[in-house]
C-alpha cells in the first residue's frame, strides 16, 4: 500500500499519492481501531477517541483567552478564536467570499457547481452537506428532539429552540445600528435593515417587482399562477395563504385571540387588534400627500387618496356604475340582487348594511349617541346630526 520515498516524505500510498504513515492508510481500508467504552463508536485514530470521548465526560479544556468559552477540541477552539480576531483564511475562487473554515467554504463551492450530495431516501430531495439531511429527515420522521424547558414546544432544530427560548426571556440580542430596534434572530435583524438601505433582492419574473424576502416574493407569485391551494373546509373558500386560512377559518369557529389591553374588545387577526388600538393611542401614521388628512389604515388612505384622482377602479357588471372602493361596489350591488343580509332582532327587518340596521335598532332602543354641541339636541344617525348642526353654522 505504501511506498518508500526519500527522507522527507518516507511513504506514499498507492491509492492517492498522499505522503503520511499507516494512519492514513485506513482511510481507504475503513479500519477503525480505537473503540468508545461508552457508545462503541469508533475511529481511525488514538486523538479522535480522545476528543470523541469528551462528549461522554463534558470536559472542553481548550478555553478561548478573550471570552473564556470552553472547547473539547483545539481545531474548535482555532475556529472560535477567528470571531474575535476577524480572520478569514478560506477564499472562494469563484467569488472571492471569505470563510473561517475549510468546510464553510466547501459548501459554499457547491452553490457554484450545484453540487448536492446528499440525496432524501423517502422523497429524494437533494442538499449540499450532511446536516442540511438529517435537518430535512425529520420532516417525515416528525422528529423534535429539542424541547422547550418553559413551555413543553418542540422543534426539529437546536437553533430554532435558541429563538424560541427568548420569547420566554425576552431577550432580544441584534439591535439595528439605525434605529436601534431588537430582534431575536440574525436573519430578522438583515430583513429589518432593509428597510433602511431600501435593498430589494427577490424580483418576481413576471413583473419584475422587488421584495425584501423570498417569503414575499413568493407570497407574490401566487398572484401570477391564480393558485390557491388552502381551502376551507367549512365553506370551500380558497386562498393562498395557509395563515390566511387560519384566520379566515376563525369567522367559522367564532375564536377571536388577539384582545385589547385597553378595552379588552377582541379579534380574529394580530392585524386587525393593531388598527384598533390606535383608537385608544390616536396614532393615524398613513398621511395623505394631497391634503395631509391622516388615515389609522393604509387601505382606508388609498381609498381617499382616489378623491384626489377621481379613480374609481371598482365597475358594477350591472350598471357598469363605478367606485372608489371594493367595499363601495359590493354595498351598491345588493341594490341589483336585492340582498339584505342584516336583519332587526325586534321586527326583523332586513338592510343592505351593518350602518343602516344599526341606525334602525336605535329606534327600538331609543339611543341617540349624537348630540350637537350648539343646543344639545341628540339623533340617531351622524348623518341627521350633521344636517342639524349646518342650520346654526347657516344663521
Known sequence: MFTWLSEEKLFACSECGKCALTIHERIHTGHKLFACSECEKCFRTKSALT???????GEKPFACSECEKHFRTKDGLTVHERIHTGEKPFACSECGKCFKTKNDLTVHEMIHTGEKLFACSECGKCFRTKAELTVHERIHTGEKQFACSECGKCFRLKGDLTKHQRIHTGEKPFACSECEKCFIAKHELTIHERVHTGEKPYACSECQKCFRT??????HEIIHTGEKPFACSECQKCFR????????????????????????KCFIAKHELTIHERVHTGEKPYACSECEKCFRRKDVLSVHERIHTGEKPFACSECEKCFKSKRYRLLHERIHTGEKLFACSECEKCFR????????????????????SECG????TKGKH??????HRAV
Not at 395563504?241 to 377571536?256: C, P, Q, S, W
Not at 350633521?386 to 342650520?391: I, L, P, Q, S
Open 51 to 57: 476528543a470523541h470521548e469528551r462528549i461522554h465526560t
Open 214 to 219: 423570498m417569503r414575499e416574493l413568493t407570497r
Open 241 to 264: 395563504r395557509k395563515d390566511a386560512l387560519a384566520v379566515h377559518e376563525r369567522i367559522h369557529t367564532g375564536e377571536k385571540p388577539f384582545a385589547c389591553s385597553e378595552c379588552e
Open 353 to 372: 348594511t351593518k350602518g343602516e340596521h344599526t341606525a334602525h335598532e336605535r329606534i327600538h332602543t331609543e339611543e341617540k349617541p349624537f348630540a350637537c
Open 377 to 380: 339636541k341628540c339623533f340617531r
Open 386 to 391: 350633521t344636517v342639524h348642526e349646518r342650520t
